[in-house]
């Protein structure tokens, strides 16, 4: 590993690149067969409704893969992992895009999923690897920039993949991508970390060191109530079909440019909150943005039920909505993470598989919910964020001393 104080400019903007694209494979994987939906229902005989369950089984593939990865990533170090989860995402990923039935891409969806999870899981851990607790908010951002890129681009290039070739050939894309990133974690990522044989691969030890970190409170309130906060993203993802082309009755391009449009929201509460990190603690800026988030959440619930919002009115409300996911994520990802250093692995696996399969669960009430435009969407944005307030609230006084330095957990305990 080279040292950040002996990395030059060059090193770091591949490091972080090649971070930030380990990152995008989920996303790119939610968002760029977003378009397809009416397509892909079609040909497999169901409804857009039902076809949105693929993205919340898709988040809870990803959730069940965090745990797995975590252990796997401590034990053996952060590249073989890689490659053998970016591998079997590959097949999954192909798979997906020979399925005849709705069953079976739902099931291959989740399989998807939890092998592709490894890289997300992989590029926190190593944010923690090469970056001081100070430093991580501010690197995350970065991440969240590049990450951003991916509802930019992804549902305009399926929905043009898609008139092309056909939705299938989206999948055939997707696995290219995969192999494209992996090439370059092997040609130029170095190792983040070497191999640590003390970390035990039975199930008990890993149990007991799940719960170890769990027993954190500084972990545990900020995993929960930042993943309530961030998981409007994940309502917005699975209902966002429903809003624009159900609701709107929008056509599957100019979904893509909404989606496209809505996603610059991310990418500039991202880069707002690399200048904010410079100023206050990650701490200070997550509470204020909970503030932000359940009023608008609220003014949207409130117009939404009393048919006072068009398109416009609705744009704007999600984009001030996915802003505050963008800004509450890297601040409490950072601030739950602090504490460890050895166990960064299992530590980032957990917070993910938290976050995943919460935000998951939360996502597929979209799909339940049968009622066309944007009332589940807006309701369940609603409820997160209410209970995110009250997490952060009812538990915060728990943390009376925040970690900012590197403390190993079996210090600790």
């Known amino acids: 590993m080279i040292p950040a104080a002996n990395r030059n400019k060059q090193q ?18 939610i968002d760029m067969y977003l378009p397809a939906f009416p397509e892909i229902a079609g040909e497999l005989h169901t409804n857009i409704q039902t076809i949105s369950l ?11 893969g965090q745990i797995l990865y975590g ?27 020979l399925s005849g039935t709705t069953a079976v891409f739902l099931s291959m969806r989740f399989l998807q999923a939890l092998s592709g999870s490894v890289g997300a899981v992989a590029a926190l851990a190593m944010v923690r690897d090469f970056y001081p607790p100070s430093r991580s908010a501010s690197i995350i951002s970065f991440l969240i920039l590049i990450i951003s890129l991916s509802p930019m681009l992804a549902p305009g290039a399926g929905s043009f993949v898609a008139a092309a070739f056909g939705w299938r050939s989206i999948f055939i894309t997707l696995a290219s991508i995969a192999f494209i990133v992996m090439l370059l974690v092997f040609i130029f990522l170095p190792q983040a970390k070497p191999p640590d044989v003390s970390v035990s691969l039975r199930p008990k030890p890993i ?25 409007a993203l994940f309502v917005y993802v699975a209902g966002s079909p429903g809003i624009f082309m159900d609701g709107f009755a929008v056509s599957a391009k100019i979904y893509g440019g909404i989606f496209a449009l809505l996603s610059v929201g991310f990418i500039g509460a991202s880069q707002l909150n690399h200048a904010l990190t410079r100023r206050y603690k990650s701490q200070k ?63 980032s696996a957990l917070l993910g598989f938290i976050q995943m399969g919460i935000g998951g669960l939360l996502s597929s009430a979209v799909g339940f919910i049968k009622i066309k435009g944007s009332f589940p969407a807006s309701l369940l944005i609603l409820i997160t964020s209410v209970i995110a307030a009250v997490i952060l609230l009812a538990t915060e006084g728990r943390v009376h001393n925040t970690v900012e330095a590197e403390v190993d957990i079996n210090v600790l305990h």
């Open 207 to 231: 149990i007991i060191n799940f719960k170890n970190i769990l027993s954190q409170p500084q972990f545990y309130v900020y995993t929960l109530a930042g993943t309530f906060s961030f998981a």
């Open 285 to 347: 800026i997550f509470r204020a943005v909970i503030v932000i988030q359940i009023v608008t959440a609220a003014l949207f619930f409130t117009g939404v039920i009393n048919n006072w919002y068009g398109l416009a009115a609705t744009l704007v409300f999600l984009f001030i909505i996915l802003g505050c996911a963008g800004l509450s994520y890297p601040n409490a990802a950072a601030v739950a993470l602090a504490p460890f250093a050895r166990n960064a692995g299992s530590a």
């Open 71 to 97: 252990p796997l990533l401590d034990r053996f170090g952060r590249k073989i992992p890689l490659y053998i989860g970016l591998g079997c995402y590959i097949i999954a990923t192909l798979a997906c895009g």
């Open 54 to 64: 693929s993205v919340s089984t898709y988040f809870l593939g990803f959730a069940a």
């Open 12 to 29: 770091e903007f591949l490091l972080i690149f090649i971070i930030g694209l380990l990152n995008t494979i989920g996303p790119f994987s």
